[in-house]
């Protein structure tokens, strides 16, 4: 503060009115709330039609929801002069669009305030529209149309993007009309340690043609860019990206793998408490009670859950188990190797240990070995880029689910994906360097 400059206190200036072209003339300023009386600083009496001067006829209120000032909701009524030119005729009111949309309800001030306090401050819809004192679709549809023109349309968000994660999602539990969508992630800045990954992209659907489609609708510049993919197990995203970016790498995602070996002792754990016990697991059954147990990495069990495990396998019985356990560890072990070639080691011995002669009576295993081995090239592609994973995206998918949790809006998916973009899009910084 000992730099400060000080003049005269300003109104118009404090609460960034002179931007938008206007002087304030009056304030009611109270405790809950703010008025400001102002008008357009420059008066234009110019007629458009003939060039004449026109006389000021009178003044039409107009009120417009704007920045709060401090936390009191802050209304502008602007008088908006109405010319009437003597010479022709014409009359008219004076141009309002440096302050405000055409029928807008919030001035741009407003409105920007507004897209910060949600990009930026994660401020919920209901947040903003009290602050605002406007109604919750009036706050909304403001802060979509304002962000999806500065920042979700902005091309550059799709520069130097090297690595994307797709993956599917349900976005709504629903039984008509779509209920998956496909969400594409930028993972550069995790492959490159610059960052968190971000959103890119979400669009309805969740089949090859959908992620396809997607691809197709880029810049080649953005396809020729993409080297490394990261995707699920099943879904035909591999086909997709084999037909329309040939040269990029496709990687099966850790979180998948693990996600399956996990799977596979679940359904094993299952299959053989049926088999001994007769019934589906209940709370006082060792394999019930061991089932969260069983899925901790061996690194992070603690004594007790040790001493579980070791119980659990001292009898035959749940030998099946063991093994499929076993091979749980194994996945997560390769993925936790710091050393990346002993870690490609340790999966392809794995893939092969599993994808060929498992008894038959292990059938869960059998069945994890066969999906390994058919996508054995993209399993171990990961070791050769490692951080392509969706995994670290958590982020993002809490986010998601967050804005799903609040779906009361969201009828529309594309308000949901503006919403989701613009939240979890990486647009913090762009908002914090001085975008408006
Ligand atoms: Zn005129």
């Keep these: 503060m000992s730099n400060a400059t000080f003049t005269a206190p300003c109104l118009s200036t404090f609460c960034e009115l002179d931007e938008l072209g206007l002087v304030v003339t009056r304030q009611d300023v109270r405790r809950r709330e703010a008025i400001l009386e102002c ?29 709060p000032f401090g936390d009191r909701p802050t209304t502008l009524l602007i008088r908006v002069r109405r010319y ?11 141009d309002m669009t440096s302050v405000a949309e055409p029928r807008g309800k919030i001035s741009h001030g407003g409105v920007s305030w507004a897209l910060r306090a949600v990009v930026r401050d994660h401020l919920t819809i209901a947040r903003v529209a009290e602050h605002l004192r406007v109604s919750w679709h009036t706050a909304n549809d403001a802060v979509l149309s304002e962000g999806q023109r500065l920042l979700v349309n902005d091309p550059a968000r799709f520069e130097g993007v090297t690595t994307i994660g797709v993956d599917e999602h349900i976005w709504r539990h629903v039984r008509f009309k779509e209920k998956y969508v496909t969400v ?3 993972l550069t800045p995790i492959r490159n340690g610059t960052g968190p990954s971000r959103l890119l992209d979400l669009v309805p659907g969740r089949s090859k043609d959908v992620f396809r489609q997607w691809l197709r609708g880029q810049s080649p510049s953005f396809r020729a860019g993409i080297d490394v993919i990261a995707m699920d197990g099943f879904t035909g995203f591999k086909t997709a990206a ?11 995602d850790p979180f998948h793998v693990v996600r399956l070996a996990g799977e596979c002792v679940d359904t094993t754990r299952q299959r053989v408490q049926q088999q001994i016990l007769g019934h ?15 899925l901790t990495g061996l690194d992070l069990l603690n004594a007790r859950q040790f001493d579980r495990i070791d119980a659990l396998f001292a009898t035959d019985d749940h030998v099946e188990v063991e093994m499929a356990w076993n091979v749980y560890q194994k996945v997560i072990g390769a993925y936790r190797e710091k050393n990346k070639k002993k870690a490609a080691k340790k999966m392809r011995r794995l893939i092969e240990a599993i994808g060929t002669a498992v008894p038959a009576a292990l059938v869960e ?3 994890l070995g066969r999906t390994l081995r058919r996508r054995a090239a993209d399993v171990l592609a990961y070791f050769e880029h490692p951080g392509t994973s969706n995994g670290p995206t958590e982020a993002i998918n809490g986010r998601l689910e967050h804005l799903r949790g609040s779906a009361l809006g969201f009828r529309n998916l594309d308000h949901y994906r503006l919403r989701a973009l613009l939240e979890t899009g990486g647009f913090r910084p762009a908002l914090h360097s001085g975008l408006r």
């Design 242 to 252: 084999a037909e329309v970016v040939p040269d990029a790498t496709a990687v099966m």
């Design 39 to 67: 008008r357009r600083a420059e008066p234009d009496p110019w007629c458009r039609t003939c060039g004449a001067e026109a006389k000021l006829r009178d003044t039409v209120p107009r009120r417009l929801a704007h920045t």
């Design 365 to 367: 295993i059998a069945k």
């Design 280 to 294: 589906r697991g209940r709370s006082g059954d060792p394999l019930y009670q061991a089932r969260r147990t069983l």
């Design 84 to 94: 009437a030119c003597d010479h022709c005729g014409r009359t008219w009111r004076e």
């Design 184 to 186: 594409i992630i930028d």
